[in-house]
């Protein structure tokens, strides 16, 4: 009887030739992996599971998703419109969430779409000032109020206006979940709109830091090289302060090397801190607030100099009542010996880094002295 079974005898070659190309489309966006598995748009996505899918710059148009599970599907420069059938679609918490909420007020309420027709016809100053009045706590109507604005920033062409919109949005919502799906939507539909982007990522830095979709937007800003700087350090700031950077270290871990010095350095001090305050003191640069940056080799030298400044800061910390800060007063410089053993440490500490996320390189460290007179000798 066969007991060494592969997996040719459960699946067909055509299968496993498909998984196995499958393989170098792994940062294709979803679009083209449909394409490239001869799926059909029209039928093959009905009930399908597509929960947490990343639709970047995909045409989702004559998509049919009828019955389909988008919970938590996010993207950057979708587009999709009323050939997109999303018809019993679960949708919360995607960027799909917030149109049919959308549609379905609208739809309750034809007054309220008669206002944002006036509202469209008014002057950028006027439709400001009604947006500024209602939408705030002691506004009337506020609730309707606040699904008009955000409609009339989807419907007028006037940057002004849309920027008003968006500072008057500030504090209007009373849900988080309504919140995020309108910043989603915005990413979504505005992902080529430098302004309306950068907004939309510095709110969802600011107030989902702990929600698995906005980590995941943000996860992907800092990767990415063409977007602003600024809003990629915001970003990575909010992914360090969210629940998820540390299960999400082996991820960032082998993209880490395409972020900016400034960002690499900012990583590595985070990191090291999650293991706790002797990690951190290995990676922190000598008279400086930063930390090391390892795109560079770490050197016996820069090792010893890390060494030396740690034993000096704590011979600073035991004198009696003095000032923290080294070189406040003179104190003498540590003993050689007891370098060479903290270096060691630190080496040590730097090198266990490395198995914990944070590709660093390390010289190898010089042989003892013992071994080196033997060297000589034998020379």
């Not at 943000?218 to 950077?245: E, G, I, W």
Request: net charge neutral.
């Amino acid at each position: 009887m066969k007991n060494d079974f592969t997996l040719a005898d459960y699946v067909s070659d055509n299968i496993i030739a498909t998984i196995r190309s499958l393989e170098d489309l792994h940062e294709a966006k979803f679009t083209d992996c449909v394409a490239h598995l001869g799926l059909n748009p029209a039928t093959d996505f009905r009930h399908a599971d597509l929960s947490f899918v990343n639709f970047d710059n995909c045409d989702l148009r004559s998509y049919d998703f009828r019955g389909a599970d988008l919970r938590g599907a996010t993207g950057r420069n979708v587009i999709w419109d009323a050939t997109t059938n999303l018809e019993g679609a679960q949708l919360s918490g995607s960027i799909f969430a917030y149109e049919r909420q959308r549609a379905q007020f609208f739809e309750a309420h034809p007054q309220w779409r008669q206002r944002l027709s006036r509202l469209k016809a008014e002057t950028w100053a006027a439709a400001s000032i009604w947006v500024a009045e209602n939408v705030g706590m002691d506004g009337r109507n506020r609730d309707e109020a606040i699904e008009v604005a955000k409609a009339l920033f989807e419907e007028t062409h006037d940057a002004v206006l849309q920027t008003n919109i968006l500072l008057f949005m500030g504090r209007a919502f009373d849900r988080r979940d309504q919140h995020r799906d309108y910043i989603l939507y915005l990413i979504a539909r505005y992902g080529s709109d430098r302004r309306v982007f950068n907004a939309a990522i510095t709110a969802l830095a600011s107030l989902f830091t702990n929600d698995i979709q906005a980590f995941s937007i943000l996860l992907r800003v800092v990767c990415n090289p063409k977007d602003d700087h600024q809003t990629r350090v915001r970003a990575f700031q909010a992914l360090m302060r969210s629940k998820y950077f540390r299960q999400a270290i082996p991820e960032i871990s082998g993209l880490v090397a395409g972020f900016s010095e400034e960002l690499r350095r900012l990583y590595v001090g985070h990191v090291a801190s999650l293991f706790g305050d002797y990690y951190l003191d290995a990676v922190r640069e000598p008279h400086t607030k930063t930390f090391l940056d390892f795109h560079d080799e770490v050197t016996n030298a820069k090792i010893h100099e890390i060494a030396r400044y740690n034993l000096r800061h704590e011979m600073a910390r035991e004198s009696e009542g003095r000032a923290y800060q080294v070189g406040a007063f003179n104190l003498p410089e540590p003993k050689e010996n007891k370098v060479e053993a903290r270096a060691a440490v630190v080496r040590e500490l730097i090198v266990d880094l490395g198995t914990k996320g944070i590709p660093f390189r390390v010289q190898r460290a010089p042989a003892p002295k013992k071994e080196q007179a033997v060297e000589q000798k034998a020379r």
